[in-house]
C-alpha cells in the first residue's frame, strides 16, 4: 500500500464486505499473525499476559488466513505477514513449515511476504533453512550492549544478551540480513550514541526505536520524559547524519514526511485495520497489543474469526465496534486540538487504551516519546544552527 493515501473511501462493495467508513482503510498493509502465545523470555517490560502459556496455532488456522486474503489483495506493493509471538520460533522448526505451507501459493506468486519478528536466542542451522526457503525477512529485538540489554532475561531472571548475540552470529555466518526493534527506557534514554554505535557494529542497517510505554501487562515503570525523549532524537539526528549506513525509523519517517510536498503533508491518511489474528483464529483490529486483553467495557476487543469469516468481512464490521468508533472519534479530536496531527496521524489505539481506559483521549506517553518530541529535537538542532550561524 503506498505511504500516503488520500483521505477517500475505497470501499470494497462485495458480497462479503460491508461498505467502509471513509476514515478506514479496507484493505491492511500487514497482517499480525500469533503462531504461539509462549515466550521463553520474561522481559520485564512486555505487555504479553499470557506468554507463560503454550497455545499454538493449528494448520487450520494458517489455512483460513491464507485462503481468506482476497485475490484482489495486495492492491499495491507486497502484504506483510508477520509472525509475531509469545516467540515465534518457540514453536518449532517442523510446526513453522506446516502454518507458512497454506501461504506457498499466493507467496510464490509474489504478493505476501512473511516476516517473523524474534527475540533471536533460539536462532538456528535449521531455521536459518527455513528463513532461506521461505525467504523470511528477520526483526529481531536487542537494546544495545550488555548493561542496555538487562531487561532482556529469561523466566530465571538470567540475561538473554549472550543468546541474543550467538543468533545475531548464527545469521551473519548465513548471509541472512536482519533488522532490529530496540527498546529505550529512562535508563538509556541518555545513551543514543552507544545504543546506535553498536548496532551499526552488528551490521544492522535498520532500526525502530520503542519508547518504553505502559502497555498490557508491562509492569516495569521505564517510560522516558518527553524531555529524555527529546535528547535521544537530538542524538540520533545527529548521529544519523554521519552515519547512513544505519537508518533509524523514527528519523526517516520524519524526513520522509518533510520531503513531500505541502498539500500530500496535509493530507489525511486512511488508518490501517492491523488485523491482528491470534493463535486460534480470534482477530482484533487496530492494535496488536489489544490480542488478549479484556475489558469490561469493550470485551475481548475480538471483531470475528478467520475459521468463520473471511478478513474483508471481519474488518468490514469494523465500524460496529465500540472501541473502533470511539478511536474514530478520539482521532477528529486530535485533529481539532493537536499540531502534530498531520504527521502523527493520531498513533497507536492500543497506547490511549492503556494509558487512559479509553480510545477517546489523544496524549499518550508513545505520542509525547516517540512523535512529538521527535519533530521538537529536529526543531531544536535547527534553531540552535541558525543561531550558530
Ligand atoms: S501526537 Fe498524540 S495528541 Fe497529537 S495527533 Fe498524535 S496521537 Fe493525537
Request: proline share 6%; with cysteine; glycine share 6%.
Amino acid at each position: 500500500m503506498p505511504a500516503v493515501q488520500v483521505f477517500e473511501d475505497h470501499s470494497p462493495s462485495t458480497e462479503t464486505a460491508r461498505p467502509q467508513p471513509a476514515w478506514l482503510a479496507a484493505e491492511p498493509a500487514a497482517l499480525i499473525l500469533q503462531p504461539t502465545s509462549l515466550c521463553n523470555l520474561d522481559c520485564t517490560y512486555c505487555y504479553l499476559p499470557a506468554r507463560k502459556l503454550k497455545r499454538d496455532m493449528s494448520p487450520t488456522v494458517a489455512e483460513a488466513i491464507a485462503s481468506g486474503i482476497p485475490d484482489t489483495w495486495p492492491s499495491d506493493g507486497v502484504l506483510e505477514v508477520v509472525w509475531h509471538g509469545g516467540e515465534p520460533l518457540t514453536i518449532g522448526v517442523t510446526a513453522m513449515r506446516e502454518l507458512l505451507a497454506p501461504f506457498e501459493q499466493v507467496r510464490r506468486a509474489g504478493r505476501i511476504m512473511h516476516v517473523i519478528q524474534t527475540n533471536a536466542t533460539l536462532i538456528s542451522d535449521a531455521w536459518c533453512d527455513l528463513f532461506d526457503e521461505y525467504d523470511v525477512s528477520i526483526g529481531l529485538s536487542i537494546d544495545g550492549p550488555p548493561d542496555m540489554t538487562g531487561n532482556r532475561v529469561d523466566w530465571r531472571g538470567e540475561p538473554a544478551f549472550d543468546r541474543i548475540v550467538a543468533g545475531i552470529s548464527k545469521l551473519e555466518q548465513r548471509d541472512i540480513p536482519f533488522t532490529v526493534i530496540a527498546v529505550v527506557d529512562t535508563a538509556n534514554a541518555g545513551r543514543a550514541r552507544e545504543l546506535l554505535d553498536f548496532l551499526a557494529s552488528l551490521g544492522c542497517p535498520f532500526v525502530g526505536i520503542n519508547m518504553e510505554e505502559k502497555e498490557g501487562a508491562n509492569k516495569h515503570d521505564g517510560t522516558p520524559t518527553i524531555d529524555q525523549a527529546r535528547g535521544f532524537w537530538r542524538e540520533t539526528f545527529i548521529w544519523s547524519q554521519g552515519n547512513r549506513q544505519l537508518k533509524v525509523r523514527e528519523v526517516e519517517h520524519l524526513l520522509e514526511y518533510l520531503a513531500l510536498p505541502p498539500a500530500a503533508r496535509a493530507a489525511r491518511v486512511l488508518v490501517d485495520p492491523i488485523p491482528t489474528i491470534g493463535w486460534n483464529g480470534d482477530t482484533v483490529l487496530l492494535s496488536p497489543e489489544l490480542l488478549g486483553a479484556r475489558s469490561e467495557k469493550y470485551h475481548d476487543f475480538v471483531a470475528g474469526n478467520v475459521l468463520t469469516d473471511p478478513l474483508p468481512t471481519i474488518i468490514g464490521r469494523a465500524a460496529e465496534l465500540r472501541y473502533v468508533q470511539e478511536f474514530r472519534a478520539g482521532i477528529e479530536r486530535c485533529i481539532a486540538t493537536c499540531e502534530f496531527f498531520a504527521h502523527c496521524q493520531g498513533a497507536y489505539a492500543g497506547n490511549r487504551f492503556f494509558e487512559h481506559g479509553n480510545f477517546l483521549a489523544t496524549e499518550t506517553e508513545h505520542c509525547r516519546t516517540s512523535v512529538q518530541a521527535v519533530v521538537l529535537a529536529l526543531h531544536d538542532i535547527h534553531s540552535e544552527r541558525s543561531i550558530a550561524v
